[in-house]
């Protein structure tokens, strides 16, 4: 792997390690106070978004990581490329086995991931996520991010019905694994609609006799992500994900 060191900054106080791992933005943001065994949250894309639970768990003692995988829609190739920063991180910065954040299109990366490397993952907090991906983006067939998303996937107009490679196909090894999850999303969401793809994995995870919370925001589209208050994801997280 090519490691490339770029600068440290501020982030709220704590130390930002910024780099490049074979090419690709990264970063590292060290707490002030370390927990023991450096518990860490892994945001999957749009790093610094709708952060309140992000800050919160940094101000507790987590450790935050972001590895650039953008445009890929959560496609083998760059479940592949998050491996290799997972391995990177771990063992350069002594990093733990991280929760995955899935924001929107990062709930395919996140939930593909943990699916693929399910003991590497020690739980998922999903927001207004993708779960499907002919929900979002091929349900617009003309969208720049459709003919991307179908290259991406060797996917086809053709092919994509029958398509059993989403989120929502991929839970039994996160069950297997017992990784807890929790949902946040609106149940107004017009972008992402819930009801396509967060609530049909919670109704899968259910089924396998997984271990799965959710909070609907009444009245709420796909923004804002995330809660004002972030305790209730962060009392789940750390109740269940440790």
Sequence with gaps: MQ???????????????????????SLVVRPKKP???????????????????????????????????????GCPQSVAWMHEFYEFVSQTFGLAKPVLFGFSR????????????????????????????????????????????LHWYRLTFETLPDFAGNPIDKLQSLRDANLPIIIVAGDSDQSVPYENNGAVLVERYRALGGVIE?????????????????????????????
């Design 3 to 25: 490691y490339e060191y770029i600068s440290t900054t501020d982030w709220y106080g704590c130390d930002r390690i910024n780099f490049r791992l074979n090419g690709r933005e």
């Design 35 to 73: 927990l023991p065994g450096n518990p860490t949250a892994w945001r999957t894309e749009f790093f610094g978004a709708f952060d309140s639970v992000d800050r919160a768990l940094l101000e507790r003692g987590w450790h935050l990581c972001y590895h650039r995988v953008s445009d890929m829609y």
């Design 106 to 149: 990062g709930g395919l990366y996140a939930v593909n991931y943990a699916a693929a490397y399910p003991s590497e993952i020690a739980g998922l907090y999903l927001d207004a996520p993708v779960c499907d991906i002919r929900s979002w983006p091929c349900r617009i067939k003309t969208a720049v991010e459709t003919i991307d998303c």
């Design 214 to 242: 959710t909070i609907i925001k009444p009245g709420c589209g796909h923004h804002p992500h995330s809660l004002d208050d972030p305790s209730p994801v962060v009392k789940f997280i750390e109740e269940k994900c440790i």
